[in-house]
């Protein structure tokens, strides 16, 4: 639009950093609702709790984030359509994290 500019400050991280990012995983809750307590329970029970912490965090409406041990346990979570939990009557689906999560489309370049 004339006479409007913005600013754009494009995401620089560190090849560390871009490694731990892998093991993130995004939970998506698509039917019902659930807490990050039952996916965290969900995860123990069906993963294992004897080597990892399970810990998830809410970053949204039926969103939430977890590290997973490693990257192909995110990927390998993530081939599931969908899941149903068993501590709340819920479906969720795991996807790998990405900067581009919930964007709301693609940005022009002026």
């Known amino acids: 639009m004339e006479d409007q500019s ?4 494009e995401e620089c991280i ?8 892998e093991n993130i995983g995004v939970i998506s809750i698509l ?6 307590k ?3 329970q ?9 080597s990892w912490k399970w810990n998830s965090r809410q970053v ?8 997973f041990p490693t990257a192909k346990m995110v990927w390998d979570w993530s081939q599931f359509k969908g899941l149903a939990m068993m501590s709340a009557d819920a479906y969720m689906k795991v996807e790998q994290w990405s900067p581009k999560m919930g964007a709301k489309g693609v940005l022009e370049q002026a």
């Open 14 to 21: 560190g090849p560390r950093l871009a490694r731990e990012k």
């Open 60 to 67: 949204g409406e039926n969103r939430f984030i977890m590290r």
């Open 38 to 40: 039952q996916i965290e």
């Open 31 to 36: 039917e019902g609702q659930a807490t990050a």
């Open 6 to 9: 913005f600013f754009f400050i």
């Open 42 to 50: 969900q995860f123990m029970t069906i993963a294992s709790s004897s």
